[in-house]
């Protein structure tokens, strides 16, 4: 059939007084095809009207996709059975061509950015092997929506922890940060609602606040709104994992910031430079760099077990084994485990990222060889308590004779009354349960806390409060 344009040919040259046979012969086209034009006198193409083999079915056909789901041989196969005279293909063209099973294509969106106005962040779960073991890797990234930078990080598992790890590397890679920073509506920033109703976790308000920046979420269902990260995982699916091998989690983000850094500095012909080249335009408008930036870490509250270790998402840390039974606060950032005991760092050991059930253990924290614990005599806390307080030494006798073994856990127990109650009204109490011979720690405690509240904390008597009648008298006298 000829097309619009070679009709409109034919048309203006029969205009021009050219037969059948010369008009045939310049376009290169039938006599009849030419005549054809002619008689219609319209150069529009015909449409073509066919009777639809499975127009007579129709009623049928839209019962049969809602039974079977949608599943077009299962359709097919079931009108076959009721006698249709119909073949597959002509059945999926009907269905084509009248939008049975087909939601209907609407042209997408497109979103322009001024430069620092938005940066957007997501996660996306990837197989792969981290050590010679077949992991899921959970790739985070940030993209600045005007240049297109791209940074990417691997991680085991992607939690708020997790999260202001990530953000703050790569916002120190970026030198800066965007004003938003759009996300899907994730739990790990989301505190309730979504899209635009979003309230975001005080936590993280109060980290973007510290570079500048607010959260953001896209309405649910409208991914394309957050299209500039959302399009690089494939990307970076088959690109940056293709043909290599990760030996850890360290060496897998150290080639997965080189990768970055190669792809950055790359020209797109799309955007018809590189993203460095554009970046240097984005990077003035961004918000400056913190002259601080505190370290990222989680707290942990850990008891030092009998071995001397403290144990942190299944792997265990050694302790100086003088602190065994202390209860230590335990920091957890990106790279180190610190264990405090109070305001003094007491240990310190390089995280293990993968929970493997491992043990971390410093030399140093184990007692010498040939120095452990006696097994006889008394406890080294027995001997530390007749150090620090000398008065108590008969007392703490008396306390390790008539407690289980040797007494470590009482005489533990009676040294941290010793470091965190008042000198003298612990010296008063336990002169008192000396002399009636009284060895329970419970009514020692309370003891001593009922000397505390007597001596310490002190309320007005009664006798000296104002009367209110008298202030009632004073506001009529004012009146």
């Not at 040259?13 to 012969?25: P, Q, Y």
């Not at 899907?184 to 920046?213: C, H, Q, W, Y």
């Not at 790279?335 to 109070?342: S, T, W």
């Not at 008396?398 to 073994?405: C, Q, T």
Request: charged fraction near 30%; charge should be positive; hydrophobic fraction near 35%.
């Amino acid at each position: 059939m000829l097309d619009e344009h070679l009709r409109i040919a034919v048309l203006e040259l029969a205009k021009k007084g050219f037969g059948t046979r010369r008009i045939a012969r310049a376009l290169n086209i039938s006599r009849s095809a030419v005549r054809a034009v002619l008689d219609s006198g319209d150069s529009k193409v015909p449409k073509i009207l066919r009777p639809e083999k499975a127009e007579p079915y129709r009623d049928l056909i839209l019962d049969l996709h809602r039974s079977c789901r949608g599943n077009l041989v299962r359709v097919h196969e079931e009108l076959e059975k009721s006698g249709a005279v119909l073949s597959y293909q002509a059945l999926t063209g009907f269905c084509r061509r009248h939008e049975i099973g087909r939601t209907k294509k609407l042209p997408a969106g497109r979103y322009d950015f001024a430069p620092g106005e938005e940066m957007q962040h997501d996660t996306s779960p990837y197989t792969w092997d981290i050590g010679s073991k077949r992991r899921v890797v959970q790739i985070a990234s940030l993209v600045l929506c005007y240049s297109r930078m791209i940074f990417i990080q691997l991680y085991p598992a992607f939690t708020r922890f997790e999260c202001k790890v990530f953000l703050t590397d790569a916002l120190a890679y970026f030198g800066g940060a965007c004003g938003r920073c759009m996300v899907d509506n994730t739990s790990v920033i989301r505190l309730k609602g979504a899209g635009k109703d979003m309230v975001s976790v005080p936590e993280m308000v109060a980290f973007g606040d510290r570079f500048g920046f607010t959260f953001a979420a896209h309405e649910v269902g409208d991914a394309n709104r957050s299209a500039r990260v959302e399009g690089h995982f494939k990307f970076v699916q088959r690109n940056l994992f293709a043909g290599r091998t990760f030996c850890d989690w360290d060496d897998g983000n150290a080639q997965a910031r080189a990768w970055c850094d190669k792809v950055n500095a790359k020209y797109s012909s799309k955007l018809r430079a590189s993203r460095r080249e554009l970046f240097a335009t984005e990077r003035v408008a961004l918000k400056a760099h913190p002259d601080f930036v505190p370290e990222v870490y989680v707290l942990h509250q850990r008891f030092v077990d009998a071995e001397g270790y403290v144990t942190v998402r299944r792997n265990r840390y050694s302790i100086p084994y003088k602190l065994i039974g202390r209860q230590m606060e335990v920091r957890e950032s990106k790279e180190r485990i610190d264990v405090f005991d109070g305001p003094r760092l007491v240990a310190s050991h390089r995280r293990v990222i993968d929970p493997v059930d491992s043990r971390l253990t410093v030399p140093e924290h184990r007692p010498p060889r040939g120095e452990g614990r006696a097994k006889k005599g008394p406890a080294p806390e027995q001997m530390e308590l007749c150090l620090v307080e000398p008065v108590l030494a008969s007392y703490v006798a008396a306390l390790a004779h008539h407690a289980h073994g040797r007494g470590v856990r009482v005489l533990q127990r009676l040294l941290r009354m010793v470091r965190e109650y008042p000198r003298q009204p612990l010296l008063d109490a336990v002169r008192q349960a000396e002399q009636f011979g009284l060895y329970d720690l419970d009514r020692l405690e309370r003891m001593i806390l009922r000397r505390i509240g007597r001596d310490y904390f002190l309320l007005p008597d009664l006798d000296d409060e104002p009367d209110p009648s008298d202030e009632d008298e004073n506001d009529d006298d004012e009146g």
